[in-house]
């Protein structure tokens, strides 16, 4: 599957819908659209789609490319190299497609404080804590291969 910035999208979607299915936060229904796109503003810079990654890669080889022009590697060699770099930066933070910047647990809490401070978010009825474990959950369990 390769992710792009309208997965985001619909990952800020999905969390405020279930949450608000779960009769965990109450929405005016006419101002839900807002939410979902400032929850999309908030967790936007803190998550890489493939799409993304891919535009990065090809930055960096080509910002390095007098460098690289005189070795024996192949230019799909060296963006190979250049993403298991990447990747082995993100390590345990890359979920579907989906390359958190810090790890999931960080991104809930911001989103739990976002939920806290929205002025669209009429009422929060669980725990941050409880909250926290809710989205956490629902980072790991998005798929987007499922969305089509």
Do not use: C, W
Request: glycine share 2%; net charge negative; no cysteine.
């Amino acid at each position: 599957m390769f992710t792009k910035k309208d997965h985001i999208k619909v990952l800020a979607k999905n969390v405020v819908s279930r949450l608000e299915q779960d009769e965990s936060i109450a929405l005016n229904p006419r101002t839900r659209q807002m939410v979902y796109q400032d929850l999309y503003t908030k967790l936007s810079p803190y998550i890489i789609t493939d799409e993304e990654m891919r535009e990065k890669i090809l930055t960096q080889l080509g910002q390095k490319a007098e460098a690289l022009e005189g070795s024996e590697a192949t230019e799909s060699d060296q963006y190979k190299a250049s993403k298991t770099v990447m990747m082995n930066k993100l390590g345990e933070n890359a979920v579907n497609g989906l390359y958190y910047q810090i790890p999931i647990k960080n991104v809930a809490t911001l989103v739990v404080q976002f939920m806290m401070s929205h002025n669209q978010v009429e009422e929060v009825y669980l725990s941050d804590d409880d909250l926290e474990k809710a989205i956490v959950n629902y980072f790991k369990n998005f798929n987007p291969e499922q969305l089509h």
